[in-house]
C-alpha cells in the first residue's frame, strides 16, 4: 500500500506561515506605523501623510542620493574587483584544490567581525597612520593626507573590504558552469582576450553579476554602521537616519523612511532582475 501523499498546500502551509510570520506581518507593522503621528512621549494611531511629507526635505532628498552614491561606487569597485579575482579562480587556476584553497583565503576576512575589520583601517590610514608616516618619512608628502580616514575614501574602501565576497562567490559560481569548450571556440576563431571575456565569459555570467550585484547594494543601501565608523559620524545615510530617529523614539518618522527605502531598493532590484531571468538560469 502506497503511503498518502499530503496535498501540496498543505505541504507548504509551514513554511508559508514562517514567511507571513517573520517577513509579510512586520513589514505590515511597519507601514502601519509609518501613517501614525508620534509625540516626545507616545505613539498616536492616526492617520497622516506627515510623516513621508517630513521625508521629502532638502537635507532628507541629499541623504539619499548620498547613499545612492556610495551604492554606486561600492557596486562599481566591488564588480570589477569581483569578476577579476572570479576570472582568475575559474579560468587560470587548473588544480581544484589550488581553487578550494585561494576561495577559503578569500573567505578569510570574514572570520572576524564586521566592527573589528573597519577598526583595522583607523591605525592604517589615520592621520598619524602608517601610510602617511611612511609616505612622509620617504618625503613624498610634506604633511598628512587628510581624506584617508573619516571621508568618502575611507566609507568605499571599508564597504569594499567588506562585502566584496558578496560579488566574488556568485560570479565564481557562474564562470564555473561555462562549457570552456567555449573558451576553446572562440580563441580558434580568432578572437582575442579581451574579446573572449566580453562576448563568451561576460554574457554567460550574467546571472553571478546580477546576484551579487543585488546582494551588495541591498546591503550598502541600509548599512549605517560602517559609514558611522569610517565617516567619523561626520557622513549621513538613510541608514543612519533611521537609526537616529528610532533612537530618538521618532517610530512613525523612522517607519516612513524605512518604507520609502525599501521601495527604492526594491525598484533597483527589480531593474537588475529585468536583465535576466534568474530564476531560468539557476
Not at 498543505?10 to 513589514?27: H, R
Not at 573567505?107 to 602617511?132: A, E
Request: charged letters at 10%; one cysteine or more.
Amino acid at each position: 500500500m502506497k503511503p498518502t501523499r499530503l496535498p501540496a498546500w498543505l505541504q507548504a502551509t509551514p513554511f508559508a506561515m514562517v514567511f507571513l510570520l517573520f517577513l509579510v506581518l512586520p513589514l505590515l507593522l511597519v507601514v502601519t506605523v509609518s501613517f501614525w503621528r508620534a509625540t516626545d512621549y507616545e505613539l498616536i494611531p492616526a492617520f497622516t501623510w506627515q510623516n513621508y511629507l517630513d521625508v521629502f526635505n532638502e537635507t532628507t532628498v541629499r541623504t539619499y542620493l548620498s547613499t545612492l552614491k556610495f551604492c554606486f561606487l561600492v557596486w562599481l569597485v566591488t564588480l570589477l574587483i569581483g569578476f577579476a579575482v572570479a576570472y582568475f579562480l575559474a579560468f587560470h587556476v587548473r588544480s581544484v584544490g589550488a581553487q578550494t584553497l585561494l576561495f577559503i583565503l578569500c573567505t578569510v576576512p570574514f572570520w572576524t567581525s564586521n566592527v573589528i575589520r573597519m577598526i583595522s583601517w583607523v591605525p592604517l590610514l589615520g592621520r598619524n597612520g602608517l601610510i602617511n608616516q611612511g609616505l612622509q618619512a620617504i618625503n613624498v608628502i610634506d604633511s598628512p593626507i587628510e581624506w584617508l580616514l573619516f571621508s568618502d575614501f575611507s566609507v568605499v574602501l571599508a564597504f569594499v573590504h567588506l562585502y566584496t565576497m558578496f560579488m566574488i562567490v556568485p560570479i565564481f559560481n557562474s564562470m564555473m558552469r561555462i562549457d570552456r569548450a567555449l573558451i576553446e571556440a572562440a580563441r580558434d576563431s580568432g578572437a582575442s582576450g579581451w574579446q573572449t571575456v566580453w562576448n563568451v565569459v561576460v554574457p554567460l555570467s550574467r546571472t553571478g553579476i546580477i546576484i551579487g550585484s543585488i546582494f551588495v547594494i541591498t546591503i550598502v543601501m541600509g548599512d549605517f554602521v560602517t559609514i558611522g565608523v569610517m565617516g567619523g559620524q561626520q557622513i549621513a545615510s538613510v541608514g543612519k537616519i533611521i537609526q537616529v530617529q528610532t533612537s530618538y523614539l521618532q517610530f512613525p518618522m523612522a517607519a516612513a523612511n524605512a518604507v520609502i527605502l525599501l521601495a527604492v531598493v526594491l525598484m533597483m532590484i527589480w531593474g537588475l532582475t529585468r536583465l535576466v531571468d534568474i530564476r531560468k538560469q539557476l
